[in-house]
Nanobody
Framework: QVQLVESGGGLVQAGGSLRLSCAASGSTDSINAMGWYRQAPGKQRELVAAMTITGAGATNYPNSVKGRFTISRDNAKDTAYLQMNSLKPEDTAVYYC???????????WGQGTQVTVSS
């Protein structure tokens, strides 16, 4: 099994930055991709960044965060990061880390961390 623990959320003013961390434990060798999602009140959960773990680490971002958010990983620490710059009030949401696992079955979600951007 894989467990994910996020940290780094908080309150920041518009234009500021935050870095979220997602520490994985357990059978981490089964992780082949990781991503960050967010969910604002009354809205669906949406992908904000994704990265493959193997190889060159291809990344994917929606237009809403492209150029402002960066996903990265430290394989030695089994940790993924989300660097968020130029934050906007509309970035306010609970941010969740997700691990896609090799083989059948669902992936694994972290517990979520709140990010609040004040105007």
């Amino acid at each position: 099994q894989v467990q994910l623990v996020e940290s780094g959320g908080g309150l920041v003013q518009a234009g500021g930055s935050l870095r979220l961390s997602c520490a994985a434990s357990g059978s981490t060798d089964s992780i082949n991709a990781m991503g960050w999602y967010r969910q604002a009140p009354g809205k669906q959960r949406e992908l904000v960044a994704a990265m493959t773990i193997t190889g060159a680490g291809a990344t994917n971002y929606p237009n809403s965060v492209k150029g402002r958010f960066t996903i990265s990983r430290d394989n030695a620490k089994d940790t993924a990061y989300l660097q968020m710059n130029s934050l906007k009030p509309e970035d306010t949401a609970v941010y969740y880390c997700y691990a896609h696992l090799s083989g059948p079955g669902p992936g694994v979600w972290g517990q979520g961390t709140q990010v609040t951007v004040s105007s």
